[in-house]
């Protein structure tokens, strides 16, 4: 089992950036395809960005490729996003997420965008963004 806590989050104005840490516990990280998602008032969870085991594949939802990054570093047991330009609509709670059952790439690509393919949660930290 792995235990995930989420920092960074805050307000900012539209056009500025944010990185949010996820700090997981064990010593098993490096086998677990890890996520981002966000939950906006009202909204369902929705995909943000993955990344693979080993840190070499990536995935994002549309909405925020080519501003967001995610990366992760194996040996501090921690993923990162770094969220730039970010925009009014990028305004929600932020969720780190781990999961054991994937398969490596290219099928990663498959399941890397449902919820249900994570067993592990954080918290949440939340991200505002004003206008």
């Known amino acids: 089992q792995v235990q995930l806590v989420e920092s960074g989050g805050g307000l900012v104005q539209a056009g500025e950036s944010l990185r949010l840490s996820c700090a997981a516990s064990?010593?098993?990280?490096?086998?677990?395809?890890m996520g981002w998602f966000r939950q906006a008032p009202g909204k369902e969870r929705e995909f943000v960005a993955a990344?693979?085991?080993?840190?070499?594949?990536?995935y994002y939802a549309d909405s925020v490729k080519g501003r967001f990054t995610i990366s992760r570093d194996n040996a501090k047991n921690t993923v990162y996003l770094q969220m730039n330009s970010l925009k009014p609509g990028d305004t929600a709670i932020y969720y780190c997420?781990?999961?054991?059952?994937?398969?490596?790439?290219?099928?990663?690509?498959?399941?890397?965008?449902?919820?249900?393919?994570?067993?592990?949660w954080g918290q949440g930290t939340q991200v505002t963004v004003s206008s």
């Open positions: 997420a781990a999961a054991p059952a994937l398969p490596p790439p290219p099928a990663l690509q498959f399941g890397v965008r449902e919820t249900r393919s994570y067993d592990y």
């Open positions: 064990g010593r098993t990280f490096s086998s677990y395809t």
């Open positions: 990344i693979s085991r080993s840190g070499a594949s990536t």
